[in-house]
């Protein structure tokens, strides 16, 4: 399997892990729906794992390869899409049937937000008439492959560092090896003039 698709698949168990243990600890309950909002932190990190090792396999591949931005932002982009994908479904059976009250609190929760910094309950009702099942699957999927790209972006310039730095200590010893090399073979011609 290809480091993308295997590392997407991953990311996408880790992060619908982590939905899971948010529900077995009552993150998703009325009274603690500001913990969830955790996932807004804590998720990037759990799809940064992934990334990097997909990333890293990918690089180690072609290990003599120059491993540019376009290769490594569409591995990553691969990896992301992947994992959004089978969390965007999972997301789906799990706001439906594990947790089917979990968007009602939020809006509830963000409308008393929205009342308790200054806006009118009218206003904040209209702001969050759009907050529904299907938009809220669609912007958490989004809002996943626009981290994950960020992600990507980061990672590979990481790995494209990490790879410069490598070619140039190869570089460096492959001159110190010649510069040896042409000062053996001139002690040996110095020696040989010698001899004559």
């Known amino acids: 399997m290809r480091p993308e698709f295997k590392y997407g698949f991953i990311g996408a168990g880790a992060i619908c892990l982590w939905m899971l243990i948010e529900y077995f600890l009552g993150f998703h309950e009325p009274e603690k729906i500001p913990y969830s909002q955790l996932s807004f932190w804590v ?39 992947v994992s959004a994908g089978v969390v965007g479904v999972f997301s789906y059976f799990y706001y439906s049937a594990i947790s089917p009250d979990y968007i009602a609190n939020l809006k509830e929760w963000t409308r008393a937000q929205m009342i308790e910094a200054g806006t009118s309950p009218g206003r904040a009702d209209r702001d969050l008439e759009g907050l529904d099942f299907r938009r809220f699957i669609f912007q958490k999927w989004v809002f996943q492959i626009g981290q994950g790209i960020m992600l990507a972006l980061i990672v590979t310039l990481y790995l494209r560092r990490k790879q410069f730095k490598r070619f140039e200590r190869e570089r460096d010893a492959a001159i110190a090896a010649e510069e040896a090399a042409e000062k053996k073979r001139k002690k040996a011609a110095k020696a040989a003039k010698r001899k004559k």
């Not at 990918?58 to 990553?76: C, I, M, Q, S, W």
């Open 43 to 81: 998720s990037p990190f759990i799809l940064l794992f992934p990334l990097f090792r997909g990333l890293k396999e990918k690089v180690n591949e072609n290990p003599n390869e120059e491993f540019d931005l376009r290769k490594g932002v569409f591995a990553g982009l691969v990896i992301v899409v």
